[in-house]
């Protein structure tokens, strides 16, 4: 693996060679041994066009955990807030040392360009991508669904939310159909149908409690109002978490062993309620921890493979 763009390029090897590096990690603590820091005198850049927290730490804490040194990018205090164009910012990195590129970006259709572009010898991490993709999530979620659930093809996944603006739903939808996810659930208000041809593999209700019906997993979205093109996609955020959130109440619709996920930021009370996103069924905050050995898996196998 040379870059990684869409999970949806990866075979279910790939993603299981991923998954297994990324628990070797764990059961040491996120620590690799001192053969594995396999990117001693690289340098990493975080090339963040939106904001984060989470993938941008977390990069950033693996990265140097693997022996790397990093630096962060962001637009407002780039080059970019005079003009220059994306390809001539990472050129100029590249003039500097760079290596490893992890890129954020609002808007859609960069990477083809940024690959035409780049150096043979430099590595592209999609770190998000508009509303398109966000791989190294999706990733992640599988880790932490896989360590709790073992066998994706006997779980059923609810994915919960504002889907038609939701890079992590479209990425863990790919992710989850590779690995063979024995049955896949979408659900949202009509207002936020996404189109089904990008979501292979799953199955779309706008009824909560029916998708809720005996899942192993349910994953929880925001509602994602920098996305929308006008106030009148807002929907109510009261009536939203009436009709659409995730309470304790509609938990006991799904397994007894259910686990809740959300990839963060969290809008509580409107997309889940706190007895739910801080109570017994919640893996959210594993999902951060699983995020740096993801991201340190990710990495090492990228280095590895270098040609």
């Keep these: 693996?040379?870059?990684?763009?869409?999970?949806?390029n990866l075979d279910q090897e790939t993603i299981t060679e991923i998954l297994d590096t990324a628990e070797h990690f764990l059961n040491h603590d996120?620590?690799?041994?001192?053969?594995?820091?396999?990117?001693?005198?690289?340098?990493?850049?975080?090339?963040?066009?939106e904001p984060s927290t989470r993938t941008r730490s977390s990069f950033q804490i693996a990265a140097r955990k693997l022996g790397a040194d990093v630096i962060n990018i962001d637009e407002e205090?780039?080059?970019?807030?005079?003009?220059?164009?994306?390809?001539?910012?990472?050129?100029?990195?590249?003039?500097?040392?760079?290596?490893?590129?992890?890129?954020?970006?609002?808007?859609?259709g960069i990477f083809d360009e940024i690959l035409?572009?780049?150096?043979?010898?430099?590595?592209?991490?999609?770190?998000?991508?508009?509303?398109?993709?966000?791989?190294?999530?999706?990733?992640?979620?599988?880790?932490?669904?896989?360590?709790?659930?073992?066998?994706?093809?006997?779980?059923?996944?609810?994915?919960?939310?504002?889907?038609?603006?939701?890079?992590?739903?479209?990425?863990?939808?790919?992710?989850?159909?590779?690995?063979g996810t024995g049955e896949i659930v979408i659900v949202s208000p009509i207002d936020y149908k996404p189109d089904m041809k990008l979501f292979n593999g799953a199955e779309y209700t706008d009824n909560i409690e029916s998708a809720l019906s005996d899942a192993d997993v349910v994953v929880t979205l925001r509602v994602q109002k920098e996305r929308m093109d006008d106030e009148t996609q807002f929907l109510d955020q009261s009536k939203y978490f009436?009709?659409?959130?995730?309470?304790?109440?509609?938990?006991?619709?799904?397994?007894?062993?259910?686990?809740?996920?959300?990839?963060?930021?969290?809008?509580?009370?409107?997309?889940?309620?706190?007895?739910?996103a801080d109570g017994e069924h919640s893996v959210i905050?594993?999902?951060?921890?699983?995020?740096?050995?993801?991201?340190m898996a990710i990495l090492s196998i990228i280095e590895r493979g270098k040609d």
């Design 30 to 49: 996120n620590q690799p041994l001192g053969s594995e820091k396999l990117l001693q005198d690289k340098t990493l850049a975080n090339v963040f066009f």
């Design 242 to 276: 009436k009709d659409y959130g995730l309470t304790s109440d509609r938990l006991k619709l799904c397994k007894k062993d259910v686990i809740v996920m959300h990839p963060g930021p969290m809008n509580r009370g409107v997309e889940i309620e706190n007895t739910v």
């Design 285 to 295: 905050t594993e999902q951060v921890t699983n995020g740096i050995a993801t991201r």
């Design 116 to 179: 035409e572009n780049i150096d043979h010898n430099s590595r592209l991490i999609n770190a998000g991508e508009s509303n398109i993709s966000h791989p190294t999530q999706g990733l992640l979620d599988l880790l932490t669904i896989r360590r709790h659930k073992k066998d994706f093809r006997n779980i059923k996944t609810v994915i919960l939310g504002d889907l038609s603006h939701s890079r992590v739903a479209r990425s863990l939808t790919e992710g989850l159909s590779i690995m």
């Design 77 to 108: 205090h780039s080059s970019r807030a005079k003009g220059e164009t994306l390809v001539d910012t990472l050129k100029s990195l590249e003039a500097m040392g760079v290596n490893y590129f992890v890129i954020r970006n609002k808007h859609s």
């Design 1 to 8: 693996m040379k870059h990684l763009l869409y999970l949806k």
